[in-house]
């Protein structure tokens, strides 16, 4: 085998579990009621986390979709209720996603997810925000470190799976040295906050190799740095 092949290889196996340890699922809903493991929703599947998450508390040592624990906390500021509707629309794994939510009716103070620990890099980031039983009543998602902080409205009828801006918003954001990421999930401007906002789960999954800025699929670096 050619040596850059060779490399190429030993940095692929070696750099698939970093990854995999910074990437997380998390449900917010009872402990006992996650969606399994072969779950991957609209992203990667794995071992999800299940939170209540109600204001003011941090969850610590989260699991990562490996199913080891790390030393990555979480801290949710605004949503203040943690509520279970069975949407007929949804079942099985979807419905364990689904149909539990976060939910702020504040027009300014949003449910905000603050992670720590987390190691440097990119990310991708998936925020679900899907009303059951008021698929149409929108969210208005958000993360703080994605370049030009654009916000997404998520709503919509279920389609029978998963289906960008209607169950979910897709970030891509990076993670800096304070190892800090930041979501939202709010009311869309102008909407009334006695319909309130869901948040129902989220799912980080790491897109980089390594810290030092090699990016996945841009080996331009290693094949000119390899003989």
Known sequence: MPRFATF????LALGAAPILAQSFNVDFGPADAVPPATYGAAGQA???NGFLGLHGT????LVAIDGLP????MTQIGGFENLTADDPATSGADAA????YLVTYDAVLESCLFFDGLEAGEYEVLIYAWMPLAPTVMGYTSVDQEIGFPHYEVGGPWAGQHQQLVTYSRHTATVGADGNLDMHSGIVPGAS??????LNGVQIR???LFADGFESGD???WSSAVP
């Open 46 to 48: 794995g071992v999800w």
């Open 97 to 100: 996603l689904l149909d539990d």
């Open 8 to 11: 190429l290889f030993l940095v």
């Open 193 to 198: 906050p006695l319909l309130g906002a869901a």
């Open 58 to 61: 941090t969850e610590v040592n």
């Open 219 to 221: 080996l331009s670096a």
């Open 70 to 73: 790390t030393s990555v906390s």
């Open 206 to 208: 790491r897109i980089s």
